[in-house]
């Protein structure tokens, strides 16, 4: 089950599900909550219910624990998930997402990290202004960060330029900005607060499933440093990088990541449910 990041939707696994689907296993991709044509509530932004959403959705989809495959936020359910719900998840595959723990330690240490972090997540923290500026002008804004973060091959692409009109279409459905904003508003403000030391403690344990951690080489908004230091919550972690790509991998070099993923996948216990 593959589970995207900021600004985009279930469509930003276009060319990872075809991959997964022809390898013999069953491919879905979801919206969050909040984006696309998924629920709009007022709350639940936040680890815990990501990660219950992500497992209620394995049963609803008729199974009892599937692996799962995320992106930036995304890579954040699927560490939540696999922690909080173990019994639901047999692996996952994270894609420019460190263990949040990790991630956390390295914006507080390495300036670089915590540069590259700190103005998107304190703009987040306004009122009604970040909402504002992510949808004014056709999501101009939204334009600026993905080709701010992304490599530059992938910019000049056919690819890029549709990718960046769905999703500046995605991102002015009504309610959307807001509660893609709420991830790091919730991001932010929990570190003061009770909820936030709670889900620090819960998630402070090791996983005892295969972890497959991909970066995109030229990614400046994650760096690798967090990504390594990763392996100390997974006793069996695979990090690996996408040379030419930046923070969104698998939509840059899908022939480079959809094959690590199917390699990986390959490599679990467990029969294929396709084929």
């Given at each position: 089950?593959f589970?995207?990041?900021?600004?985009?939707?279930?469509w930003?696994?276009?060319?990872?599900?075809?991959?997964?689907?022809?390898a013999?296993?069953?491919?879905?991709?979801?919206?969050?909550r909040?984006?696309?044509?998924s629920?709009?509530?007022?709350?639940?932004?936040d680890?815990?219910?990501?990660?219950g959403d992500?497992?209620?959705?394995i049963?609803?989809?008729?199974?009892?624990?599937?692996t799962?495959?995320?992106?930036?936020?995304?890579?954040?359910?699927?560490?939540?998930?696999?922690?909080?719900?173990p019994?639901?998840v047999?692996?996952?595959?994270v894609?420019?997402?460190?263990?949040?723990?990790a991630?956390?330690?390295?914006?507080?240490?390495?300036?670089?990290?915590?540069?590259a972090?700190?103005?998107?997540?304190t703009?987040?923290?306004?009122?009604?202004?970040?909402?504002?500026?992510?949808?004014?002008?056709?999501?101009a804004?939204?334009?600026e960060?993905?080709a701010?973060?992304?490599?530059?091959?992938?910019?000049?692409?056919a690819?890029?330029?549709?990718?960046?009109?769905?999703y500046?279409s995605?991102?002015?459905?009504?309610g959307?900005?807001?509660c893609?904003l709420?991830?790091?508003?919730w991001?932010?403000?929990?570190q003061f607060?009770?909820d936030?030391?709670?889900?620090a403690s819960?998630?402070?344990?090791?996983?005892h499933?295969p972890?497959?951690?991909?970066?995109?080489?030229?990614?400046p908004?994650?760096?690798?440093?967090?990504?390594?230091?990763?392996?100390?919550?997974?006793?069996d972690?695979?990090?690996?990088?996408?040379?030419?790509?930046?923070?969104?991998?698998h939509e840059?070099?899908?022939?480079?990541?959809?094959?690590q993923?199917?390699?990986?996948?390959?490599s679990l216990p467990?029969?294929?449910l396709?084929?």
């Amino acid at each position: 089950m593959f589970l995207h990041g900021f600004g985009g939707f279930w469509w930003s696994w276009r060319h990872l599900l075809p991959q997964v689907h022809d390898a013999g296993y069953r491919a879905v991709a979801v919206d969050l909550r909040g984006y696309g044509d998924s629920d709009k509530p007022p709350r639940g932004y936040d680890g815990w219910t990501l990660s219950g959403d992500a497992s209620g959705l394995i049963r609803a989809l008729g199974h009892t624990s599937a692996t799962l495959v995320g992106h930036a936020e995304g890579g954040l359910g699927c560490w939540a998930a696999a922690t909080l719900h173990p019994r639901a998840v047999t692996a996952i595959a994270v894609i420019s997402s460190p263990h949040p723990i990790a991630l956390k330690r390295s914006a507080l240490r390495n300036r670089g990290q915590r540069s590259a972090m700190l103005g998107h997540m304190t703009f987040a923290q306004l009122p009604r202004m970040p909402e504002d500026r992510l949808t004014r002008d056709d999501g101009a804004a939204l334009v600026e960060l993905i080709a701010e973060r992304s490599g530059p091959a992938w910019t000049e692409t056919a690819d890029y330029a549709d990718a960046i009109a769905r999703y500046r279409s995605a991102i002015q459905i009504p309610g959307t900005a807001h509660c893609a904003l709420e991830y790091s508003r919730w991001a932010w403000r929990s570190q003061f607060r009770p909820d936030g030391s709670r889900f620090a403690s819960r998630m402070n344990q090791r996983l005892h499933i295969p972890v497959l951690a991909l970066r995109g080489e030229q990614d400046p908004y994650i760096l690798s440093q967090p990504v390594l230091s990763s392996h100390d919550w997974a006793v069996d972690y695979r990090p690996r990088e996408i040379v030419g790509a930046g923070h969104f991998a698998h939509e840059e070099a899908p022939d480079d990541a959809g094959p690590q993923i199917v390699e990986f996948l390959r490599s679990l216990p467990g029969p294929r449910l396709l084929n």
